[in-house]
């Protein structure tokens, strides 16, 4: 984030975000393409031989997945909605791995028979269906198994999905019944790979280490009964921080995550996958919204714009901040909540924030909104969807 000539601008290359703002309607999101690329050239160069699936959840803008289909990355999906969104801005079936723990007939019946590159398996029951649809449809799955270590990754508990209380992935002492079910389907599902996905927004490794070196011992054992084992799937979650832009630092973050992956799985021979979201794009985009009141009460001053929770619900479901800076830069600052239009106390964006003043008619950026913001926006009290804009 930087002003020049007193105007913000975003990413790398300094583009100026109040010429979007000339007739104005709603909010927008802005995502900066070349930033997305600069994201995508460091993890690719951090983590050589990886194949890198894009979690397309964390923002399913076609423009966004076009940039990184072109620059070479995969989709990782977790819907027959995002596998059509994929295909639709160009990636074939070939990219695709299908996560996701409630994968319904109709979805696994469409991913067998376009060819999903790799199905990554949640439960018991889920690859039985599946092995049971790809025997009746003369297909053979190519599966991958999500296997949960039970490892905190110190995250905010909704985004923790490496615990054995969470729905996601299969526990260790589930592997001797997988490896039965594989075989009773063996003419159906070949298994490809396994994977692991701990959580979303980590930012310290030790316990993904431990979970790594697991799933190693994992991976060895199984690969002497299924030589068709070559993939191995160290998911997504690698997190930014959203107190600061600072490019170095988070590209130090990322040094560290891929020489802990590569030193753990390095001599394992296999095709090493991710599935990184908010680090590819979490900076990449800005929510733009309008002041429309300044409202003082004995208590505090709100400054009320037209987004809300609809458009970004991080603040109030992840208590998670977001910095935010008027788009014009003000040499006077103000203490305020900034609040939504929502009919909810938790339609907040900041509370007690010191931010550059501003008044009814002004521009606001709520930064690094370029993940996990349009992809959870909802048209709760009918306000419409934002806009989205690429640069
Ligand atoms: C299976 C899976 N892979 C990858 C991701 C991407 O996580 P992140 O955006 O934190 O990299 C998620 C996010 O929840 C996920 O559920």
Same mark, same amino acid.
């Given at each position: 984030?930087?002003?020049?000539?007193?105007?913000?601008?975003?990413?790398?290359?300094?583009?100026?975000?109040?010429?979007?703002?000339?007739?104005?309607?709603?909010?927008?999101?802005?995502?900066?393409?070349?930033?997305?690329?600069?994201?995508?050239?460091?993890?690719?160069?951090?983590?050589?031989? *990886?194949?890198?699936?894009?979690?397309?959840?964390?923002?399913?803008?076609?423009? @966004?997945?076009?940039? =990184?289909?072109?620059?070479?990355?995969?989709?990782?999906?977790?819907?027959?909605?995002?596998?059509?969104?994929?295909?639709?801005?160009?990636?074939?079936?070939?990219?695709?791995?299908?996560?996701?723990?409630?994968?319904?007939?109709?979805?696994?019946?469409?991913?067998?028979?376009?060819?999903?590159?790799?199905?990554?398996?949640?439960? =018991?029951?889920? &690859?039985?269906?599946?092995? !049971?649809?790809?025997?009746?449809?003369?297909?053979?799955?190519?599966?991958?198994?999500?296997?949960?270590?039970?490892?905190?990754?110190?995250?905010?508990?909704?985004?923790?999905?490496? $615990?054995?209380?969470?729905? +996601?992935?299969?526990?260790?002492?589930?592997?001797?019944?997988?490896?039965?079910?594989?075989? *009773?389907?063996?003419? %159906?599902?070949?298994?490809?790979?396994?994977? &692991?996905?701990?959580? %979303?927004?980590?930012?310290?490794?030790?316990?993904?280490?431990?979970? $790594?070196?697991?799933?190693?011992?994992?991976? @060895?054992?199984?690969?002497?009964?299924?030589?068709?084992?070559?993939?191995?799937?160290?998911?997504?979650?690698?997190?930014?921080?959203?107190?600061?832009?600072?490019?170095?630092?988070?590209?130090?973050?990322?040094?560290?995550?891929?020489?802990?992956? =590569?030193?753990?799985?390095?001599?394992?021979?296999?095709?090493?996958?991710?599935?990184?979201?908010?680090? =590819?794009?979490?900076?990449?985009?800005? /929510?733009?919204?309008?002041?429309?009141?300044?409202?003082?009460? %004995?208590?505090? *001053?709100?400054?009320?714009?037209?987004?809300?929770?609809?458009? $970004?619900?991080?603040?109030?479901?992840?208590?998670?901040?977001?910095?935010?800076?008027? /788009?014009?830069?003000?040499?006077?600052?103000?203490?305020?909540?900034?609040?939504?239009?929502?009919?909810? %106390?938790?339609?907040? +964006?900041?509370?007690?924030?010191?931010?550059?003043?501003?008044?009814?008619?002004?521009?606001? !950026?709520?930064?690094?909104?370029?993940?996990?913001?349009?992809?959870?926006?909802?048209?709760?009290?009918?306000?419409? /969807?934002? /806009?989205?804009?690429?640069?």
């Amino acid at each position: 984030m930087e002003y020049i000539n007193n105007e913000l601008c975003l990413g790398p290359l300094k583009k100026p975000l109040l010429p979007l703002c000339a007739n104005y309607m709603r909010p927008i999101y802005v995502y900066d393409l070349d930033f997305v690329a600069q994201r995508y050239q460091a993890m690719t160069k951090a983590l050589p031989g *990886t194949r890198v699936f894009y979690a397309m959840k964390a923002n399913p803008n076609v423009e @966004v997945l076009q940039k =990184l289909k072109h620059l070479g990355a995969g989709a990782d999906v977790v819907s027959l909605g995002e596998i059509k969104r994929a295909l639709e801005s160009g990636f074939s079936p070939q990219d695709i791995v299908y996560s996701g723990v409630g994968k319904t007939r109709h979805e696994i019946s469409e991913a067998l028979t376009l060819g999903i590159y790799q199905i990554n398996v949640e439960s =018991l029951p889920e &690859l039985e269906r599946i092995g !049971a649809m790809a025997r009746s449809l003369g297909k053979r799955a190519s599966v991958a198994l999500r296997l949960n270590p039970d490892i905190d990754i110190k995250t905010h508990p909704y985004i923790a999905t490496g $615990l054995k209380d969470n729905k +996601f992935g299969m526990e260790l002492s589930l592997i001797p019944d997988l490896v039965k079910c594989l075989q *009773t389907y063996s003419d %159906s599902l070949e298994l490809v790979g396994i994977s &692991l996905h701990l959580g %979303s927004q980590m930012l310290e490794f030790s316990g993904y280490q431990e979970a $790594l070196k697991r799933l190693k011992t994992v991976y @060895v054992d199984l690969q002497k009964k299924f030589d068709t084992l070559t993939r191995f799937d160290f998911g997504g979650g690698l997190g930014i921080f959203y107190d600061r832009l600072d490019v170095e630092l988070e590209e130090s973050l990322l040094k560290d995550y891929a020489n802990i992956t =590569l030193e753990t799985l390095g001599d394992l021979q296999c095709e090493l996958q991710t599935e990184p979201g908010r680090w =590819l794009v979490g900076h990449c985009g800005t /929510l733009i919204a309008q002041v429309q009141y300044v409202k003082k009460t %004995s208590a505090k *001053t709100f400054v009320i714009v037209d987004a809300g929770m609809n458009h $970004l619900i991080r603040p109030s479901l992840y208590e998670a901040e977001h910095l935010i800076f008027p /788009l014009k830069k003000t040499m006077e600052v103000m203490k305020a909540d900034i609040v939504g239009p929502i009919c909810e %106390s938790s339609d907040f +964006f900041a509370k007690e924030r010191t931010l550059g003043k501003v008044q009814e008619g002004d521009f606001v !950026a709520i930064m690094d909104s370029g993940a996990y913001g349009y992809s959870m926006a909802s048209l709760y009290n009918l306000q419409e /969807l934002p /806009l989205e804009i690429c640069l």
